[in-house]
């Protein structure tokens, strides 16, 4: 495996499980550890410990012990299935869908601070997790681009997207308005999204189209470091359904369009700083979700991959 390495660590970090291969008491013991090595790393890939199924990922992810955030409360638009309290299914996206590089949820005021993900089925083909450190592709931009890293700083972001009233899982953000929103009818729904600072059009069709209150769009961490934190590659090159249009999706915090020229050396430059995560059964990688964007890369025959997020 070919690891990168930024300011001096690895991405990802690997940890190779040794006499103890339960991950969940492995994690336990060793949270001070792990904490540290993420905040270097912004990822950490787990091998070889005895985490054959969504119970056995459970215990390890209660084993690190952080808060969970519960799909049910996030406002993520990918269509998911729980089948733990804490563990659900990544995206029920088909298979030829690519998944762009996105921080989880950073389309929305409300996301997780790190995801676990656990492969249980690694495909036959394709199906890598790609991850990319955003601090490393900020500097990357600010270095070739200052003025628009600087326009992205100061406006910040607008994201559309339109819902359906039912969830559409043949589309990779086809979360229905009523499961994003927690609501049962059009009355909770307006309240909801009024508390939540957006603006909204109900379509003929039933679906809904919302449009969130100014995101940032980059973000600077607790130690100094700046994070191209966003769904815009995502967004820009991947929200595309039946509702969608890509390139429509997103705009500039005071509604002024984002242009190919915007998009470019995000698009481009992070393609180049992609790490694929190269799935074997039992694997279990831990993101830090303000650090590091990841995705998923289209893949032929079964994959199930997993995933619980952390508040
Ligand atoms: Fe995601």
Not at 141 to 153: D, H, R
Not at 212 to 234: K, M, Y
Request: hydrophobic share 40%; proline share 6%; net charge negative.
């Amino acid at each position: 495996m070919q690891l990168q390495n930024h300011h001096e660590a690895p991405f990802p970090a690997i940890v190779a499980a040794g006499g103890q291969t339960d991950l969940a008491a492995w994690l336990a013991d060793n949270r001070v550890q792990v904490d540290e090595t993420l905040a270097r790393s912004g990822a950490i890939l787990f091998r070889g410990f005895d985490v054959p199924d969504h119970d056995a990922f459970d215990a390890a992810v209660q084993g690190y012990g952080a808060e969970n955030f519960p799909y049910a409360e996030s406002l993520s638009n990918a269509v998911r299935i729980n089948l733990t309290p804490r563990v659900f299914t990544a995206n029920e996206a088909p298979p030829e869908t690519a998944i762009f590089l996105h921080h989880e949820m950073a389309q929305t005021p409300i996301y997780p601070s790190k995801l676990f993900f656990q492969c249980v089925i690694a495909a036959e083909e394709g199906g890598a997790t790609p991850i990319c450190r955003s601090d490393i592709l900020l500097e990357q931009m600010a270095a070739e681009q200052p003025e628009l890293v600087a326009k992205y700083q100061q406006l910040g972001v607008r994201y559309t997207n339109v819902m359906p009233s039912e969830n559409d899982a043949g589309s990779g953000q086809g979360r229905s308005w009523k499961s994003t929103l927690g609501v049962e009818t059009v009355e909770a729904a307006e309240a909801r999204l009024a508390e939540l600072g957006y603006e909204w059009v109900w379509q003929d069709d039933g679906s809904l189209r919302a449009t969130s209150p100014r995101l940032d769009a980059i973000r600077t961490l607790p130690d100094g470091r700046r994070v191209f934190f966003n769904q815009l590659i995502a967004a820009w090159r991947g929200w595309k359904d039946k509702r969608n249009t890509p390139g429509k999706s997103v705009t500039f915090g005071d509604g002024t369009p984002i242009g190919e020229a915007d998009m470019e050396a995000a698009v481009r430059l992070s393609d180049a700083l992609i790490f694929d995560i190269p799935w074997q059964a039992g694997d279990v990688a831990l993101v830090d979700n303000f650090l590091v964007m990841h995705g998923r890369r289209p893949f032929k025959g079964k994959r199930r991959v997993l995933a619980s997020l952390i508040k």
